[in-house]
């Protein structure tokens, strides 16, 4: 069976928006429209009109006009393609919005370095390949400030109120899924005892990696007595070597995330790999509990440069490691993990979600419910690309679509038989990317999108016209 990827417009989804009166579900899909042709712009620069941005602002500060209504046709369109498709994965993580200027604005909280905005845990559906099929499930996390600014509120209490939002969000990708089974990864943020044993009696596919500070303590069936997992990883059983591929990163913002995701150059290295069933034992605190039988896979770089951190991993799964092949299709699995780190670049660079100037969260989130299907689609075709650059563009593009790129890409003219990669360096061209400058980025990308769907509203309205 071919890989599922979206193929419809984030616009058209939309169309099946219920707010419960016609004029504003008319509404939205004039503003999809509109959002889909500039999503990186601001609502000045996106609307011609003084009235259609009044009227935009009105829709998006409605009460009657939410998150959960606007995502309701994508998230409903994403659990489609993944009970068609096969090797489906959800990739779960938690990133921050952060909204600029020194005027509080309603609803918002803070987040780390003064700043304000809100937590939105996403869990993205990929196919096979990678292929990204959409957002299945989305949890916002507001928090609040501290009464007392020398006071700020208990850090180990807020992450176990915040870290229920795993298994709900999990539970409700399950439901939508239906029979599928998808496999659930997660990064380290997700390394709770609690979870894992929540998971395993759902029977709830995972790979999870494991969190340095956690200390868990494990034992194999041989052991008398439980060591570190972290320590215990390394002498398990060798299943294979691999040389791979390390990209390069640039690294995130300072502070802690700056520890967690050092910066690095592109290199080639050597894993090794070890597995084992182990059985966890629960932390201090949670003794109540009883011990889990569960999978370690550890991952560890060999013949390290002088000077460069190594790839160390340690990942809990529920799936099986008999062998080399299934030990290495575990930390395959983990490493699709990077397609949601792409999406929330798309998200915050491709659709500008966190420059817009909106006053509320409840508008704010209103525009991530616009922005997601959008983000989605450019996603999907960055990884064909990527993944199979061979793999027909329809796989992506509509016919219409296809037809209108053939029009406008003049600095990067589109074959008779266009490829998945022909497409994005069409539509990059569109948006500005020039070849020297390498593979293309999520602006040239979203810019290209605002002129492929800006033609094709021309050439939509003139087939209507024509058959009138």
Not at 232 to 241: D, E, H, I, W
Request: net charge positive.
């Amino acid at each position: 069976m071919a890989p599922v990827t979206p193929t419809v417009s984030p616009r058209e989804e939309l169309r099946d928006v219920d707010l419960g009166d016609r004029r504003l579900n008319v509404r939205v899909g004039r503003l999809a429209a509109a959002w889909e042709a500039a999503p990186d712009r601001s609502l000045p620069e996106m609307l011609k009109t003084d009235g259609q941005l009044e009227a935009a602002y009105r829709f998006l500060n409605n009460p009657r006009v939410t998150l959960a209504k606007l995502l309701a046709p994508h998230v409903a369109a994403t659990a489609q393609r993944a009970r068609m498709g096969t090797a489906v994965a959800v990739l779960h993580d938690t990133t921050e919005f952060r909204f600029g200027g020194e005027q509080a604005r309603v609803g918002l909280g803070p987040i780390a370095m003064n700043g304000q905005g809100f937590f939105g845990h996403v869990a993205l559906a990929v196919g096979a390949g990678r292929a990204a099929l959409g957002v299945i499930g989305l949890s916002i996390v507001v928090r609040e400030a501290a009464l007392n600014r020398s006071k700020p509120p208990q850090r180990p209490r807020r992450e176990r109120t915040e870290s229920r939002r795993w298994a709900t969000v999990i539970r409700a990708t399950e439901a939508r899924i239906g029979d599928v089974h998808p496999i659930h990864v997660m990064d380290r943020e997700a390394d709770d005892y609690q979870l894992f044993g929540e998971m395993a009696r759902e029977g709830w596919r995972f790979v999870v990696r494991a969190h340095t500070a956690r200390q868990r303590k494990a034992k194999v069936a041989s052991a008398a007595a439980a060591t570190s997992v972290l320590d215990l990883a390394p002498t398990l059983r060798g299943f294979a070597q691999r040389e791979v591929s390390i990209t390069a990163r640039a690294g995130k913002r300072g502070g802690q995330s700056e520890k967690i995701h050092p910066v690095r150059a592109h290199r080639l290295a050597t894993l090794s790999f070890h597995a084992a069933q182990v059985e966890l034992v629960p932390p201090t605190h949670q003794r109540r509990l009883a011990p889990l039988p569960i999978h370690v896979v550890h991952v560890a770089e060999t013949d390290v440069p002088a000077g460069v951190e190594p790839i160390d991993w340690t990942l809990y799964t529920t799936e099986p490691i008999s062998t080399s092949a299934e030990v290495l299709a575990v930390v395959d699995v983990y490493r699709s993990r990077w397609v949601i780190e792409e999406f929330f670049k798309a998200l915050k660079t491709g659709c500008a979600i966190e420059r817009r100037q909106l006053e509320s969260k409840d508008a704010l989130l209103n525009a991530l419910g616009l922005s997601i299907p959008i983000a989605v689609k450019m996603l999907a075709l960055r990884n064909l690309a990527r993944s199979e650059p061979a793999a027909p563009a329809s796989r992506i593009l509509s016919r219409i679509e296809l037809d209108a790129l053939r029009v406008i890409a003049e600095r990067r003219p589109l074959p008779d038989s266009p490829s998945a990669r022909d497409a994005l360096l069409s539509i990059a061209g569109v948006g500005g990317h020039l070849k020297r400058n390498g593979d293309p980025g999520w602006l040239v990308i979203a810019r290209g999108f605002e002129t492929l769907s800006t033609a094709v509203q021309v050439i939509e309205a003139e087939r209507a016209r024509r058959r009138r």
